[in-house]
Nanobody, 124 residues
Framework: VQLQASGGGLVQAGGSLTLSCAASGITLDYYAIGWFRQAPGEEREGVSCISSSVGSTYYGDSVKGRFVISRDNAKKTVYLQMNSLEPEDTAVYYC??????????????????WGQGTLVTVSS
């Protein structure tokens, strides 16, 4: 199983970025995909998750209303559209997978495979 996160970069506050997480070695239909982020000196936190099949979603309070998660099972790719970005969103963003459904707890230990991370920097 491999997860490849991409799409990070430098953006001004108020701008938008879309991250992608491409999966290989699995049938993505059976997995929930989560996005996490880790800012310098901070613990990794759950940002968003999308469940398999019905595609129910979860968002952390800090991104609710600004970020949108979606998936394309045929392309084995999950997207995180990030709007109205704030300097506080600066972090390395990781995607990860677990079987079937998202859990609102979004703990690192709940996920089985992780991508390598992509850096998002939001300037003020």
């Amino acid at each position: 199983v491999q997860l490849q996160a991409s799409g990070g970069g430098l953006v001004q506050a108020g701008g938008s970025l879309t991250l992608s997480c491409a999966a290989s070695g699995i049938t993505l239909d059976y997995y929930a995909i989560g996005w996490f982020r880790q800012a310098p000196g901070e613990e990794r936190e759950g940002v968003s998750c999308i469940s398999s099949s019905v595609g129910s979603t979860y968002y952390g309070d800090s991104v609710k209303g600004r970020f949108v998660i979606s998936r394309d099972n045929a392309k084995k790719t999950v997207y995180l559209q990030m709007n109205s970005l704030e300097p506080e969103d600066t972090a390395v963003y990781y995607c990860a997978i677990r079987r079937f459904i998202c859990l609102p707890t979004m703990q690192n230990s709940e996920y089985n495979y992780w991508g390598q991370g992509t850096l998002v920097t939001v300037s003020s």
